[in-house]
């Protein structure tokens, strides 16, 4: 279970349609309409597959596509390492060396503290020191296109 940043899991790729999923990795455990509660521009599904324990993200209005991952597999690995058997100062080194330097920490208030790359799209989830959860993914638009990341935008809105 290969994260790749900016381009899916595995075989899996950002843009894929859910067909493509389904046809790949088999139907979901559960599936959930988030609907419009987190944007107003886009529906968001979500697919839980349980026994591989990842969740699976589709994001459009008129067209749904594969959009981000998260996964809470131990055996998930990012640039070669089982990130789940690494501390929270490891990944920040090893993100670090790949090139990705714009790092942004929070507490949840739920009381996960999640380290992000916004670089690479990728949230890390830790609790009580230990990784949780890893979230990883692209932006798409209401069409199903997944649009560039573009740190100067980012910053001027």
Partial sequence: MEILLLDGLNDLK???LPEHIEKIIG????????GEEADEDLDTILWNYDK???SVFFEGKNKHVLSCFETDNREATLFGQKVFEMSEDEITAMMKKEGLTQIDTETEEWGE???SFDEGLIDFYFQDGRLVTVNWGVFVNENGEIEEFDDEEE???
Avoid: S
């Fill in 14 to 16: 950002f843009g894929d």
């Fill in 27 to 34: 139907k979901p455990d559960e599936v959930e309409n988030l």
């Fill in 52 to 54: 591989m324990g990842i």
């Fill in 113 to 115: 503290k999640r380290v």
């Fill in 155 to 157: 910053d001027e809105d």
